[in-house]
């Protein structure tokens, strides 16, 4: 798919789907689920979780099988997003998947960001629980550094001591003064990370209020884990949307966006 609903003027546009793939089966019916509710939208699911509070924790079905059952989403004319860990995983990686994300804890990894940007495909950028909206811009610019300036970058909440983040709704307008397209993660924004002891915890009842927020202060996209049951989600279901939950919550905040007039960088210095 090459018109992605996110950047360049358009309204505001949906990642969603689960935090790994459990299954064949169960990625399309996600997906289709969500297009019933959404429209267009990007469906993101993760081949591997590299990154688990827990050795013990499922990963998810690997490069190979991952990517077999992505490119069948697509066959069927979905967008697709999913994380890449690897410098080696960005080529196959890009064969499959229109956008290739950088996990937020492997931001600053030069050689990882140039192989994604090496591909031509978008390149959405998880800003690091540890580093400043200011300093995010030199993850992107590592990225554009190899001609490609198809670069998102996303908020995903800023480590708050132990167990905790917050976020800082002017590290949004930082953001969108770069001149690339920002989207806020609403689900992981309110992880509790390694708070339930060898997996991390959630308050998914903020995910509303911050996307709220979010929207109204001026992002180009909403990012959303979505679950039909997040207490059986094989990775993050504490902090996931529940699926039904989600048509509600996006038809608010298209409204919100569409009032507050902030879907685009020329309109960013309004407000509500």
Request: aromatic fraction near 6%; proline fraction near 5%; charged fraction near 20%.
């Amino acid at each position: 798919m090459s018109d992605l609903p996110i950047g360049n003027g358009k309204p505001l546009g949906l990642i969603a789907g689960p935090c790994v793939i459990e299954s064949e089966q169960h990625v399309h019916f996600l997906a289709d689920r969500i297009r019933e509710i959404a429209g267009g939208f990007i469906f993101k699911a993760s081949f591997d979780k590299a990154n688990r509070s827990s050795a013990a924790s499922y990963r998810g079905p690997g490069l190979a099988e991952g990517l077999r059952i992505l490119s069948g989403l697509r066959a069927r004319g979905f967008s697709v997003l999913t994380d890449i860990h690897e410098p080696a995983q960005a080529g196959p990686v890009a064969e499959v998947c229109d956008v290739l994300q950088i996990p937020a804890f492997l931001c600053r990894q030069t050689d990882l960001l140039v192989e994604a940007g090496r591909t031509g495909r978008v390149v959405n950028i998880k800003k690091g629980q540890f580093v400043s909206p200011h300093d995010i811009r030199h993850a992107a610019e590592k990225a554009s550094s190899t001609g490609n300036n198809r670069i998102w970058i996303t908020e995903r909440g800023t480590s708050f001591g132990y167990n905790n983040l917050v976020v800082d709704m002017r590290g949004l307008a930082i953001m969108r003064e770069f001149g690339w397209p920002v989207i806020f993660d609403a689900t992981h924004s309110v992880q509790l990370p390694g708070a339930a002891g060898a997996a991390s915890g959630g308050q998914p009842q903020f995910i509303a209020p911050l996307a709220r927020a979010a929207v109204a202060v001026g992002v180009d996209g909403l990012f959303v884990e979505v679950h039909e049951e997040p207490a059986r989600a094989l990775s993050d279901g504490a902090n996931a949307l529940r699926l039904d939950r989600l048509g509600p919550l996006w038809s608010q905040l298209r409204e919100i966006g569409r009032l507050c007039g902030t879907l685009t960088k020329d309109h960013f210095q309004g407000s509500c």
